[in-house]
T-cell receptor, first 112, second 112 residues
Framework: KQEVTQIPAALSVPEGENLVLNCSFT??????LQWFRQDPGKGLTSLLL?????REQTSGRLNASLDKSSGRSTLYIAASQPGDSATYLC???????????FGKGTRLSVIA | DAGVTQSPTHLIKTRGQQVTLRCSPK?????VSWYQQALGQGPQFIFQ???????QRGNFPDRFSGHQFPNYSSELNVNALLLGDSALYLC???????????FGSGTRLTVV
């Protein structure tokens, strides 16, 4: 059974700082891994999808890496902005349409 | 291209009542999954529908049931509501896991 842990649980940084969010998962036999952003009381917005054959994906100031063999993924946010404040969730996916498994996420606050 | 649409946005029900939540998947997607997210927790998988049949189910009681229609839209029904059913209910659609999941904005259910 897949289990997901995200560290830290909460993070507060000043604007402009570069930061790293960590995600670990117990079953390394994954097909891909998806990073999501969630604003309070809202739905999930997909940020990046990394296939198991890839080692990283980039979108703007975001870069996600995947080390499948060690069961780890990181989300790097460059030059953080107050608008980046949200909860960030990672979800490894198995082959086919198996359901996503989530951890509790990392709650990020970027202070102006 | 419309994303995932959920209705209603908010709902207040009394204990013991029944509720129906609705979801229209992203255009081109044929699989719908439902998740429950309690405050401060990650989303928990309820069930998934494909070709109008429940394909997978998480650890939720039979009070939770669903349906998928020929146009791929879906409903989540919860009977005999309990206070503990208060949560954000998220719908996600997908085509094949290769392309990841797209989530809706959620329905906030409050049981009083």
């Amino acid at each position: 059974k897949q289990e997901v842990t995200q560290i830290p649980a909460a993070l507060s940084v000043p604007e402009g700082e570069n930061l790293v969010l960590n995600c670990s998962f117990t079953d390394s036999a994954i097909y891909n891994l998806q990073w999501f952003r969630q604003d309070p009381g809202k739905g999930l917005t997909s940020l990046l999808l990394i296939q198991s054959s890839q080692r990283e994906q980039t979108s703007g100031r975001l870069n996600a890496s995947l080390d499948k063999s060690s069961g780890r993924s990181t989300l790097y946010i460059a030059a953080s902005q107050p608008g980046d404040s949200a909860t960030y969730l990672c979800a490894p996916g198995d082959s086919g349409n198996t359901p996503l498994v989530f951890g509790k996420g990392t709650r990020l606050s970027v202070i102006a | 291209d419309a994303g995932v649409t959920q209705s209603p946005t908010h709902l207040i029900k009394t204990r013991g009542q029944q509720v129906t939540l609705r979801c229209s998947p992203k255009s081109g997607h044929d699989t719908v999954s439902w998740y429950q997210q309690a405050l401060g927790q990650g989303p928990q998988f309820i069930f998934q529908y494909y070709e109008e049949e429940e394909r997978q189910r998480g650890n939720f009681p039979d009070r939770f049931s669903g349906h998928q229609f020929p146009n791929y839209s879906s409903e989540l029904n919860v009977n005999a509501l309990l206070l503990g059913d208060s949560a954000l209910y998220l719908c996600a659609s997908s085509l094949v896991q290769l392309y990841g999941y797209t989530f809706g904005s959620g329905t906030r259910l409050t049981v009083v």
